[in-house]
């Protein structure tokens, strides 16, 4: 029997190839400075960019074959902050549906990852609520762009009173979410605390889809065979209308300081080797290049992928491992 594997590379947030961000924003000491017209003015300006360099940034994509993207968590400047209230979807409807009719078409899987500061397990209440108001936002954008199927990646979070406690209290939290937050979340594996066993368990569990990031596994794992855990992670996928996903990245280098640091770009024998291990346990896999440089590195590993396999590609990003 042939095996064969459909893989997609996709990468995060900045384009190096264009000189275009969809990441302005204004801190909230400038914003305070201002005078309050003044300062709300900046900050509709700065959505209006925004989302008119998002645009242009998924064209992009289309025009490049780049099928899936990670979106900027810093689209809509000081959205978050209680301190200050705006309605930052109705005003810019148009906008956001014309960006999402444009993804739609294009067939683009396209997804967020909110900060460190997402912290849904925390201890502290203030820092839960401020998960919270993080994840409405993602949500709140998600459901007005009406992308398909749109996920919003979390690590499990705080370790503080031990790993037992820690996942109980994500649990209990996440629990507490509305349902169309929960349906939108998913879970990766981190590189100090939650290694993948910690993870897979708690998606099984919460019946919610989960990210291997290979790094994440090579940085933080107890000598588990990560090939013994492909098909139960990427069968947490089955009820998506998407293929499973994973991150992939290179260690800056190799010494213990700079290990966990991602590389400029991906070292092509490890991708190969990851790919070889994974064709015969899914038949589509979606790949997130997490490199510094971006797109750049993702047409660098293509290249690299022609000269160095036999992969046959279908367009610019995607290929099949036979």
Request: aromatic share 12%.
């Amino acid at each position: 029997m042939v095996i064969i594997m459909k893989v997609r590379l996709g990468y995060v947030a900045l384009p190096l190839t264009i000189d275009i961000t969809s990441s302005k924003t204004i801190t909230y000491t400038h914003f305070k400075e201002k005078k309050d017209i003044e300062g709300y003015h900046h900050i509709d300006n700065l959505i209006k960019t925004n989302l008119d360099s998002l645009m242009e940034i998924l064209k992009y994509n289309v025009r490049n074959d780049i099928h899936f993207y990670r979106l900027t968590s810093n689209l809509i400047p000081l959205a978050t902050l209680e301190e200050v209230p705006f309605d930052y979807i109705n005003p810019y409807l148009k906008k956001y549906h014309e960006i999402g009719e444009y993804a739609l078409k294009n067939n683009l899987r396209l997804d967020f990852h909110p900060d460190q500061y997402c912290i849904l397990n925390s201890t502290n209440p203030k820092v839960v609520k401020g998960a919270i108001e993080i994840l409405k936002y993602h949500n709140a954008l998600s459901e007005a762009f009406k992308f398909k199927d749109a996920k919003l990646i979390l690590h499990i979070g705080s370790s503080q009173g031990g790993k037992k406690a820690s996942l109980t209290r994500f649990k209990n939290n996440f629990l507490k979410l509305p349902g169309e937050i929960r349906q939108r979340i998913v879970l990766e594996n981190d590189d100090k605390v939650f290694n993948v066993v910690d993870t897979l368990r708690l998606c099984e569990e919460l019946k919610v889809p989960m990210v291997l990031d290979y790094h994440h596994f090579l940085c933080n794992n107890n000598k588990e065979l990560i090939r013994d855990y492909y098909e139960k992670i990427f069968a947490t996928w089955k009820s998506s209308s998407w293929p499973p996903k994973v991150h992939f990245s290179s260690p800056k280098n190799k010494t213990k300081k700079d290990f966990r640091s991602h590389h400029d770009y991906i070292d092509t024998d490890s991708f190969i080797s990851f790919l070889e291990e994974v064709k015969d346990k899914t038949s589509e896999l979606d790949i997130m290049i997490e490199a510094k440089k971006k797109d750049l590195a993702l047409f660098r590993l293509v290249r690299s992928l022609k000269y160095k396999t036999n992969y046959r590609f279908i367009d610019s990003t995607t290929f099949i491992v036979e």
